[in-house]
DNA sequence: TTTTGTGAACTAGTTCACAGCT
DNA sequence: AGCTGTGAACTAGTTCACAAAA
């Protein structure tokens, strides 16, 4: 182990939690920035958009001294950082695995081609679909040829919207094909190798989680 | 404050993560049920799952004492035991708002329907959308009907499927019309009074997430 | 013996509060 | 004066480890 550079320790592993929050904290410089705002300090960014202000100051600072004391921080050169940060100074590419309802509405999402993501291809084992376009104009390929596209269209994450039987198995595909971060959509949580960054976004278990908090409030309601 | 049943504290609040991981174990514990498997200990449910066994007893131990020493759980009981905690041991209605491609695979995602949710309705402004039925059958409404139609179908959760700009009016509505509980996909939080339980899924978040993650890998090419 | 339920110990994450810079 | 960057204090969440039960 070696001396690290402060502004920006390279051993640390950042959490998750940090992470999503400077995503957060992007969108909120997005929206000042098109209001014409120049400067921000953490207390006001906390205050428009509930955050809290030692946490932004905390998670930037970890990063690089963004800020001038007194000033607060430059939106437009905050957003540049962030964006830097983030990986999203150059186009992140993404694939979709399974052309479903959800994957053909994952693919035409307008969210992900505004913040710079371009959606490249769409996979899938039908037959029928193989070839065909999403209204968006994503192509569907067969899953067989996902390791050659991977590789001609260079793609940085796949995303799995497929059902929950063949979820192992098309993970395991995109890791052999050498994607290292994968974003699933289907429930039950994957195996894959420590080097594979992998995020779960399981809508069972959030629907699930409100039904929850629905039911202590009757329980709290009847029993006082 | 009077002292309360042990079993099952009233006042308490539990956190999210909490509630998350229930609904897990309801999923495991439908697998292991299918697989014909009568009991389970934490450690082999740990096991088997990935989970942690020590947190899985405790979990469980906040809402009863579930377990039997030297046994483990009987899972078909843990399970009903789950989904009334969870408040599945009756239909839960859903209505989604936004019948965008987003909010037309909510609908039909078959998923929700497994669990026992409902989906009842989907409402949108657009006038050639009313009146159309999303292609597993549900009814498309006029958002001017949404507080006639929660009151008659008895929702209990509201998703909200569209576009960031008219996602605050829209939780407006779903509110004044009584909603407790509500699953947000658009992007930027939203606000609510208290007695209302929001859930956010912010896709752009999510992905933006696992690009930070591969930048991060990169520099550390970079920097050793 | 096996395994639960749980206090205690530990780890992670958040917020406070202030020295120090502009 | 105002605001950042950050150690210290605090709060939340997880895991350990063991007494008690079957």
Do not use: W
Not at 92 to 120: K, M, S, T
Not at 177 to 206: C, I, Q, W
Not at 211 to 223: D, K, M
């Amino acid at each position: 182990m070696t001396e690290r550079n402060k502004a920006r320790p390279v051993g640390e592993q950042v959490s998750e939690l940090t992470a999503g929050r400077l995503s957060v904290y992007l969108r909120c410089l997005n929206t000042l920035d098109a209001a014409g705002v120049k400067t921000i300090s953490s207390k006001a960014l906390a205050e428009q958009f509930q955050l809290n202000a030692a946490q932004i100051r905390k998670d930037l600072a970890y990063f690089g001294e963004f800020g001038v004391r007194g000033v607060g921080y430059y939106v437009k050169e905050l957003k540049r950082h962030l964006r830097m940060i983030l990986g999203l100074d150059r186009t992140v590419r993404v694939a979709i695995l399974g052309a479903g309802n959800l994957g053909l509405a994952l693919a035409d999402y307008p969210g992900f081609r505004q913040e710079g993501f371009a959606i490249v291809a769409l996979f899938d084992t039908e037959r029928g679909k193989i070839g065909r376009r999403s209204r968006g104009g994503v192509r569907i390929y067969a899953i067989g040829e996902f390791r050659k596209v991977v590789k001609r269209e260079r793609i940085d994450i796949a995303v799995v919207a497929v059902p929950a039987d063949s979820a192992q198995g098309v993970v395991n595909t995109a890791v052999q094909a050498g994607v290292r971060a994968v974003l699933n959509f289907s429930p039950g949580s994957l195996k894959v190798p420590p080097a594979v960054k992998l995020k779960n976004v399981d809508l069972t278990v959030s629907l699930e989680s409100l039904s929850f908090f629905l039911a202590r409030e009757q329980a709290e309601v009847a029993n006082g």
